[in-house]
């Protein structure tokens, strides 16, 4: 079974809007964290924003912000003011503390801003 | 800074032949990751080392495959005898976390990978 879903293979979004990005996720471990990354064609993954399991608050980084719903296991990213530098393929991931380093990621969105 | 490096960005071999990659990471970073990422999917984990330590591979790492961390520095990935389905994006990243064990909040530090194309 998959352990992250992300639904959405494409999104467009146009400049200067909000964008969401699903990601859901599957675990028994109750220890586990919950990461954003960015893959621009590059081919570099960049970190954008993290969500530890029993943290409280919503993650926020700058334009980024995480909407974690632990009872329905999702956690999607919020992109408010979209650039055009925002296009790229979106991952994504999740540790879970009782199952080594495997660091799973999810078959990832990609994000395209209109102009 | 100067990031995670990653030699050659892009491999060209006929199948049958022997490649290998090199990752610089983040220097002082203790621990190395290499993944492996196919078109259309997320990465996946091959393996990782704590300084010069091989403490865990996937079983996606086949006996053809091999990794070093001699000096708990820069890290080799060698494939032998490359088959046309090892054709993928190979990725290396690195943490600074010292302890033992999983760190669910642990933030890797990714290079821009090596693309092997097995003719």
């Known amino acids: 079974a998959q352990k992250i879903t992300q639904t959405q293979p494409g999104m467009f979004v146009q400049e200067k809007e909000a964008v969401t990005l699903d990601c859901t996720y599957d675990t028994s471990d109750p220890s586990y964290g919950l990461f954003w990354y960015k893959q621009p064609s590059s081919g570099e993954m960049i970190f954008l924003i993290y969500?530890?399991?029993?943290?409280?608050q919503n993650a926020t980084e700058g334009r980024y912000s995480l909407n974690f719903q632990k009872a329905r296991k999702s956690a999607n990213l919020v992109i408010s003011a979209s650039q055009l530098g925002d296009s790229a393929m979106y991952f994504c991931?999740?540790?879970?503390?009782?199952?080594?380093?495997?660091?799973?990621f999810g078959p990832g969105t990609r994000l395209s801003v209109l102009p | 800074d100067t990031g995670v490096s990653q030699n050659p960005r892009h491999k060209i071999t006929k199948r049958g032949q022997n490649v290998t990659f090199r990752c610089d990471p983040i220097?002082?970073?203790?621990?190395l990751y290499w993944y492996r990422q196919t078109l259309g999917q997320g990465p996946e984990f091959l393996t990782y080392f704590q300084n010069e330590a091989q403490l865990e591979k996937s079983r996606l790492l086949s006996d053809r495959f091999s990794a070093e961390r001699p000096k708990g520095s820069f890290s080799t990935l060698e494939i032998q005898r490359t088959e046309q389905g090892d054709s993928a994006m190979y990725l290396c990243a690195s943490s600074p976390y010292e302890g033992q064990g999983v760190i669910t909040n642990e933030k890797l530090f990714f290079g821009s990978g090596t693309q092997l194309s097995v003719l």
């Open positions: 991931a999740m540790r879970e503390r009782n199952y080594g380093q495997n660091f799973v």
């Open positions: 969500q530890g399991s029993y943290d409280q």
């Open positions: 220097s002082e970073h203790n621990r």
